[in-house]
Every structure is written in C-alpha cells, then in structure tokens.
C-alpha cells in the first residue's frame, strides 16, 4: 500500500515555487512591477524602422520611460495609403520624472497633456546607434514647430504630436533631388555645348577673323604714324610759344604802373593840368576886365 504525500511537503512545495515565481517577475521584470507609470500615445507617419518594444523614451537626453508597443491599422493603410501612421504607446516612469524634478504636472490628465502640447512638447525619432541602426523616442519643447494631432476621442492614452527629424527628411530630400536632376534636358545642354563650340571653331578658322586681324595691325601703325607727327609739331611750335611768352612779357612791363609808357603818360598828363590851370587864370582875368584885351595888358 502506498504511503500518502504529506500536506506539509506539497504545501512547501507550493509556496517555493510562488516565491521563485516573484523573484523571476522581479528580475526579469527590471522591478517593474512596483513602479508608477503612465502611458501616452504618438502618432508617426513615417518608417519607425530600428524601434523596437523597449527602446528607451529621453527627455533632452534623459530617459524617462520606454516603448510599450507599436502598432498598426492595416485596413487603413490599405484604404489610404499616404495617411498611414505607426501608433507608438510611451510607458513613462513617474518615479523616474520625480527623481529628475519634473513635477508639477500629471500624465494621465489629458487636459494637461494638451497643455504641455500647447507649449510645444513634441516626440521625435532619433537614432541610438549609426552602426546598430536601433532608434529611440525622443520628447522635446519644440513651439515653433506644427503640432499634428490625430484628435480621436476613442484613443485610450493622451496624445502627443510628433515631427519629423533631419534623419527622416533626408530620404525625401534625396528623392526630390534626384527627381529635379531627372527633369533636366542633359541631351540639350550637351547638344548646345557640342553647338557652341563648333560656332568657336568656326569663328576662329573664318579667313573674316584674319583679315580683321591684319586690319588692326595696319590701325595700329597708322596710330603709331599719327602720333610721331603730332609730337613733331609739338616740337616745331615750341620756339613760337617762347617768343609769345617773351612778347607778353615785355607788354606787361610796358603798361605796369612802373614801366616807360605809365611814366610818359603820367608826365604828360601833368602838363596838360598845368596848362588847364593858366587858362582858369586867363578866363578869371578877362572875366573881371574885359577891357584889358584892348589895353593889351596895360593897368
């Protein structure tokens, strides 16, 4: 006859295999279990390739949470392709947000979520690692930057806008890059070039370009010729232009105040007041006796 298991036994057994349960949960689960968190909600509308469920969530360098899940509307994307988007569920650890200082606020009220929306708060994909390619969700104060909401009532977390960054942007750039060189017309450019150069070869070997050619060389001796002959002239005209430089020189000293003509002149001039004055006198005499004509003098 069998012997029966003891109660004590199964019952040690029971609670080891509790306890080994928890402490699993507690080391595997990174302690998760006791902390507070809340949950947000972002939208991408780009590739969310590299993200993966537990990429780290960093404020300004600072991680603060992790990514909960990912998730995708299939029959969406197939309806409206262009207006897919990743929906990014943000596990954000408050304790954490504590310890940092970041208080003041509370996640799980939308209305205050809206209000750090309103200041700019925006979320990001940035790279971790160039070589591995995984990526993080960055949270960052962006205000100068569209804060693009899905607004749907039905979402379980308050949402948080999202933008896209200089990594995300760089494909469509290149993209459109490649598109505007496809547009140019590069047969034309070089069909013009091919053109522009045969009318330069055409130009230079024109028996027109020689003969211009030989024609500014013949204008250049004549020039050359000119001006021999105008510096010959120069030359000849130099002497008559010393003799009207003496001859203006000599009527300058004839008619200055000291020269020979101002002091005749002036002589000349005393005399005749010399003169003017005795017939005054005379004038004077006849005027008071006229009688003195006939007397011829005589008192």
Known sequence: MSK???PVVIGS???AGIALALAMIVVFGGGR???HTTRLITFFDGSVSGLRVGAPVKFRGIEIGSV???RVNLSGAIREPEDTRIAVILEIDEDRLR????TGFDLRDRAQVRALVDRGLRAELATESFVTGLRYVSLDAKPNTPARLVSDRSLPYPEIPSIRGPMEQAPEKLDQLLSNLAKIDVASIARSIQDAAADARQLIGSPHLARAVEGLD???KNLNATVLELKKTASR???VTSEFKQTATSARRLVAPEGTLWRQVGATLKELE???RSLRRLADHINRDPGSLLRGGAQ
Request: hydrophobic share 55%.
């Open 4 to 6: 029966r298991a003891s």
């Open 13 to 15: 057994f029971v609670l």
């Open 33 to 35: 279990l006791f902390r």
């Open 68 to 70: 909960q899940s990912l």
């Open 99 to 102: 310890a940092e200082g970041m």
């Open 218 to 220: 013949e204008l250049t």
């Open 237 to 239: 005209l130099d002497p």
């Open 274 to 276: 010399a003169a003017a």
